[in-house]
């Protein structure tokens, strides 16, 4: 996570500062909601916490190799189109070594002892 800086702005597009955004749920806080997951899942993306998208995955699937990913692109904005009490649409605008990776996407998400975890997605464009 070298390359960001903690009082940057949130990749999630809070307007905080990601030190009193994002960075807390990435510390341990769990988010009680499927929205605020979700922005702070795609903040972890940016900033490279990839523990964090595989402690919220409900597959529990290596995620790793997505930390590549995660060096190489420039995580520009995440605009929220929907959600709901388990899914949240979203686009992410993502470039990765100077192309366009964004991508639209409905993500799912499971209550599973008290916590919410992502459990899968459909890309829509």
């Not at 960001?4 to 702005?9: D, M, P, S, V």
């Not at 699937?61 to 929220?80: H, T």
């Not at 709901?84 to 639209?104: K, L, M, P, Q, Y």
């Amino acid at each position: 996570m070298a390359k960001f800086r903690q009082n940057a702005l949130c990749p999630c597009g809070s307007g905080k500062k990601y030190k009193r955004c994002c960075k807390i749920f990435h510390n341990g806080i769990y988010p009680k909601d499927v929205l605020t997951l979700m922005k702070s899942r795609y903040s972890a993306f940016a900033v490279g916490e990839i523990d964090y998208i595989i402690k919220t995955s409900i597959d529990q699937k290596d995620y790793r190799e997505l930390k590549a990913f995660s060096e190489i692109c420039d995580f520009k904005r995440l605009d929220i189109l929907d959600y709901g009490e388990d899914f949240v649409i979203f686009r992410a605008t993502i470039f990765c070594n100077g192309e366009d990776n964004s991508f639209s996407e409905r993500s799912r998400f499971i209550l599973v002892d008290g916590k919410w975890k992502y459990e899968s997605g459909d890309i829509l464009d």
